[in-house]
């Protein structure tokens, strides 16, 4: 379904290739789908240099949208990656955070979802209202998909990976809470401790929309 999703997202909007991650910090993730090679390049890119419009909209939980990577803006945030992203034939790219469950219209990402353009072609208002609607159906569907042997369905029709959503849930935690992500690892150990329940039935709690407001302070 991810793949189908994604597939049809370039289709519709100003786009040439797309790539879908998830996080578990914003130096550990795993590349779920790319539809080329350029889209995978561009992954490796950010994460190798440490910046880029994916990486920063996962830290700011807030799209980024550049029509131009040659242009003064992306330049001066990302001066590394900007001229390297060019050098593999992405002139313009737009991320989108990956949320389940937002709160009051945010939420707190686990992923990103990436498009890139061979030209510098600005998405349209509607463009980017697709790309938002997508952006959400596409969060159920990577959790619904990865690690297929690894799925923990809860009553809800949203699954997740068994070896990635302790990680996942630590760093939606650490975001929401504003504390370190080994931080909010002790404290999901305490609190399963606490409950006497396995960390990974916490972990789908907290993928799941649940914050611990009072019991994680």
Not at 17 to 37: H, N, P
Not at 99 to 115: A, K, W
Not at 187 to 204: D, N, V
């Amino acid at each position: 379904m991810t793949k189908q999703l994604a597939g049809q997202l370039v289709r519709e909007v100003v786009a040439d290739g797309v790539g879908v991650a998830v996080f578990a910090t914003d130096s550990t993730r795993d590349l779920v789908f790319t539809s080329d090679g350029v889209a995978e390049e561009l992954d490796e890119l950010q994460f190798t240099l440490g910046e880029g419009p994916c990486l920063d909209a996962y830290r700011f939980h807030r799209p980024e949208r550049h029509d131009d990577m040659a242009a003064g803006e992306a330049l001066a945030r990302w001066p590394l990656f900007a001229s390297e992203a060019l050098s593999v034939g992405a002139a313009s790219l737009y991320a989108y955070p990956l949320c389940v469950n937002p709160l009051d219209g945010g939420g707190v990402p686990f992923g990103v979802l990436e498009l890139y353009g061979r030209s510098p072609v600005a998405l349209t208002a509607r463009d980017d209202v697709t790309c938002r609607s997508y952006a959400h159906t596409i969060a159920h569907a990577v959790l619904s998909e990865l690690g297929s042997a690894y799925a923990v369905t809860s009553g809800s029709d949203v699954g997740v990976f068994r070896r990635g959503n302790v990680d996942i849930a630590c760093g939606m935690l650490a975001a929401h809470h504003g504390i370190s992500v080994d931080e909010a690892m002790v404290r999901l150990r305490a609190l399963a401790f606490a409950r006497q329940r396995r960390i990974t039935e916490i972990a789908r709690d907290v993928i799941s929309g649940e914050r611990f407001e009072t019991d994680l302070h």
